[in-house]
């Protein structure tokens, strides 16, 4: 059984999209709070959804870890676009920022937007999950997974609740508003810098066959909008 941590704003909705390939009717979707063994449907080989990584531990032994994180400054600029965007009634952080009509950085400064990545982590480290991917490198993450587990389905690199009017891959910041962000998300810098690593040590594995995986990357990054 695989379980796939969706963090908010780290392409977990395209990630979405690529495990439906991976095991059609088998990837159930659990975006609520009930994490009884009973209540994950029969045939279900992955689940995916809002959850601490810890969820499942004891209920379903021998599960894989995996998820996708983002640059912890890129992660917080995004949710609050996608917030101006796209309110939701739900999350007090979207209900304050339009109530008070906050600017990035006070919106930044909500504990509830700060350090997604170890709140959802469940203070593992990234050495307990079979998988990390990188946002910012999301096409090459697929074609590790793939080799990683074997995975010999088509698959392509569908993205996903992006933002339509960001212009380009990183958000364009002050100085100011991106130190302070960091300093902000200082936790969760320290634990993406460990992903990085164990996604480049990864992807180093499979260095006798480099050019086999750089075609393979080509072919992802052509079927991508970025």
């Not at 209920?59 to 890129?74: A, D, M, S």
């Not at 200082?186 to 996604?199: G, L, N, P, T």
Request: a positive charge; proline letters at 5%.
């Amino acid at each position: 059984m695989v379980v796939s941590v969706h963090i908010p704003k780290c392409a977990g909705t395209s990630f979405r999209h690529a495990l439906r390939q991976i095991h059609g009717s088998g990837l159930w979707l659990n975006y609520g709070d009930d994490f009884r063994r009973e209540a994950v449907p029969a045939g279900t080989t992955c689940i995916h959804g809002h959850f601490s990584a810890d969820a499942y531990d004891g209920i379903i032994p021998g599960r894989k870890l995996i998820t996708i994180v983002r640059h912890p400054v890129e992660r917080v600029v995004s949710n609050y676009h996608h917030f101006l965007r796209i309110p939701d009634l739900r999350n007090q952080a979207s209900v304050r920022l339009h109530a008070e009509n906050l600017t990035l950085l006070q919106f930044a400064r909500m504990e509830s937007v700060r350090n997604e990545i170890v709140r959802y982590s469940g203070e593992k480290a990234p050495a307990d999950f079979a998988w990390i991917g990188l946002a910012e490198r999301y096409p090459e993450s697929l074609v590790l997974l793939r080799k990683k587990f074997g995975i010999s389905a088509p698959m392509t690199a569908i993205r996903d609740n992006v933002n339509p009017d960001r212009k380009n891959p990183c958000y364009d910041l002050q100085s100011h508003e991106y130190d302070e962000i960091l300093s902000l998300n200082a936790a969760d810098m320290v634990w993406y810098a460990k992903a990085c690593s164990h996604f480049d040590a990864l992807r180093l594995s499979f260095v006798s066959q480099p050019n086999e995986l750089e075609r393979t990357i080509a072919r992802f990054m052509s079927q991508v909008a970025l």
